[in-house]
């Protein structure tokens, strides 16, 4: 069975591949956009309500903590790994196809096991294929918006208005319906995914520098892009940032049914605050343009750690729900200025991989360095002194931000500084 599934895949990974310029009839802007709304739309069918699915069919709360540690794991350590695969051999459309086709039919065998291991064999093969498609995807689509001169934030504002959305009517739907359609909708989600992955362009290095002559001068050795101050100023951000983000997002759900919040309170909790992301991206541009990227990265985090104090000082659910809002505005600004950075610091060849390390240490790094902790501050001394904690940490990515752009680290690289790094 397991050959057959691996034949059918290759075949049709092999077809949609060869059919990639014939797919290329919509605009960038619009198949940038789609792309966007149908990836988090995909998401936002299944992965907020897993753990609830896990809880009913009776594994405990040891044994979902484990299975939720695979996606960070994967993402640190296959995602950098694939990405540098796919740059090195500018196959990144090829690695996206083959994710999805691999992710839709895991998805359909969600549904067959009860035990907790089939759960770890089939969570451990999505967050392995599934780890790689954030940043290669992000990586692709700011390329290609910034070849056609478009603006990334109004671009990218669409997978959070398609999460928020989704999210909350799915929430409606599966409270009427049970779990068991669940995973078959995500499955099929699966399938403009395939589609809208072949409109997207793929450039090589050599189009972007084309006085090139020859491979091995094409890529600078990844040595050398590890030793830009600026890309590690953003890693190392990433990790204290993203770190205080997913507690917050792990917590909040609970911290509001101890507030006296219901399951209409939690949707509302996470669906406004994806919501909230669209108007701050669709005013991005305007906003970099008026402070800088550094700067509007630095005002997000300070925003973000504005809404996590207010997380800290709720008394009651709305008030969890408006500094939910507030968040949601930090994070639209934070994760499109950071694609927008990590980009201006990575040369072609190395983008899907200098994003790859960022996402490893936001989604990867981050929630294995503190999800045990964090549920151990919040169980002893509850949610108020948890996301007290929390804001520090994003206090403190503001702080390492505020440093870096004091020391001008992220100051543009000269073409002469450029070729002296590959020519070493």
Not at 166 to 193: E, K, N, S, Y
Request: net charge positive; aromatic share 12%; charged share 10%.
């Amino acid at each position: 069975m397991f050959n057959l599934w691996e034949q059918l895949a290759k075949i049709m990974i092999k077809e949609l591949v060869a059919q990639n310029v014939r797919l290329h009839i919509l605009p960038p802007a619009w198949s940038g956009s789609l792309y966007y709304w149908f990836y988090w739309s995909l998401v936002a069918v299944y992965a907020p309500f897993l753990n609830v699915y896990l809880r009913e069919i009776g594994l405990s709360g040891v044994q979902i903590g484990v299975l939720v540690s695979l996606l960070p794991l994967m993402s640190l350590v296959a995602a950098p790994i694939l990405s540098a695969w796919a740059d090195r051999h500018q196959r990144r459309k090829f690695l996206l196809t083959a994710a999805f086709v691999c992710w839709g039919i895991v998805l359909l065998f969600y549904r067959l096991p009860t035990l907790f291991a089939g759960f770890f064999v089939l969570m451990a093969f999505e967050a392995f294929v599934r780890s790689s498609t954030t940043p290669v995807g992000d990586s692709l689509i700011s390329r290609m918006v910034e070849r056609h001169q478009l603006d990334f934030g109004r671009v990218r504002l669409w997978g959070s208005l398609g999460f928020g959305l989704t999210t909350i009517a799915m929430g409606i739907v599966w409270d009427r319906t049970g779990f068991t359609p669940m995973f078959f909708a995500a499955a099929l989600m699966v399938l403009p995914m395939l589609y809208f992955t072949g409109q997207l362009e793929e450039e090589t290095a050599a189009a972007e520098n084309p006085v090139q002559e020859s491979p091995a001068q094409e890529r600078p050795p990844l040595r050398q892009l590890l030793q830009d101050r600026g890309l590690l100023t953003l890693i190392l951000v990433a990790l204290l940032v993203g770190a205080a983000l997913i507690v917050t997002f792990l917590f909040a759900g609970i911290y509001m049914v101890n507030l006296g919040g219901n399951q209409t309170y939690v949707g509302l909790l996470f669906g406004l605050s994806a919501l909230a992301e669209v108007p701050v991206m669709l005013r991005q541009s305007h906003i970099t343009r008026r402070l800088g990227a550094p700067q509007t990265l630095l005002l997000s985090i300070v925003i973000i750690s504005v809404a996590i104090g207010g997380h800290a000082a709720a008394w009651s659910p709305l008030v969890l729900v408006i500094s939910s809002i507030i968040r949601g505005f930090g994070y639209g600004l934070f994760t499109v200025g950071l694609i927008q950075l990590v980009n201006l610091r990575t040369p072609l060849a190395w983008s899907s991989t200098g994003l790859a390390l960022t996402s490893a240490s936001m989604v990867g790094l981050a929630p294995l360095l503190t999800s045990i902790l964090s549920g151990y501050i919040y169980d002893s001394w509850g949610g108020r002194t948890l996301f007290a904690v929390v804001m520090s940490w994003a206090i403190m990515g503001a702080l390492v931000m505020l440093l870096a752009i004091k020391k001008r680290w992220f100051a543009p690289i000269q073409t002469e500084e450029l070729v002296r790094l590959r020519d070493e």
